[in-house]
Each structure stands twice: as C-alpha cells, then as structure tokens.
C-alpha cells in the first residue's frame, strides 16, 4: 500500500465513522454514551436485543385476562377472547 492508497483508505475509514447519524440517539434503551458515540447499526443491534423477547416476537396482551399471547395466536390461550377483539373498552396491546 503506498501512501496515496493509504490516505484513500484512512478517507474511506473516516467516512464511514461520520455515518453516525442522530436516527436512534434519543432512544430510551441507550444509556449515556451508547447514544452519542456508536454507529447506527451498533445502536440499533442493542435496541433490538433489548426491546425483543426471547422469541423475538412482539407479544400481545390478552385485555380480558392479561395472559401474553404470540401474535400468531388466533385467540388467547387462556381465556380464548379473539386476538384483536376489544373487550370492555380495551384492545390488545403489543409488548415486546
Ligand atoms: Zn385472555
């Protein structure tokens, strides 16, 4: 590698730190510097290794009975009130 290629290569290398963009710095899974000073992707791998559970699905809350379903459920598994179904006023909701 001569020097020209060298100074392309530590160019290149600069570029791709300045990538960082402001996308996920305000997420509340980042704590103090993991907001400010990783990559996007970086940021978004621990957003998503902490917002998943260990299936890697988004539960859904069953709003009669409160048992956590998978979404592939077509009723929850404990009281059989239809996935989506609104049940008093209140609607399945996602946690992950
Ligand atoms: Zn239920």
Known sequence: M???QLL???DN???ILEKKTPKYDDH???KGDQKTKLPDVLQK???NKKTKNES???DLICPRCGTHNLPSNEKCTNCGLKMGE???GESWEEVN
Request: hydrophobic share 45%; net charge negative.
């Open 86 to 88: 609104v049940w008093e």
């Open 13 to 15: 290398y600069l570029q």
């Open 8 to 10: 392309e290569f530590v």
């Open 2 to 4: 001569n020097d020209k």
């Open 56 to 58: 890697g699905n988004t």
């Open 45 to 47: 791998a621990i957003i």
């Open 28 to 30: 509340p899974e980042l």
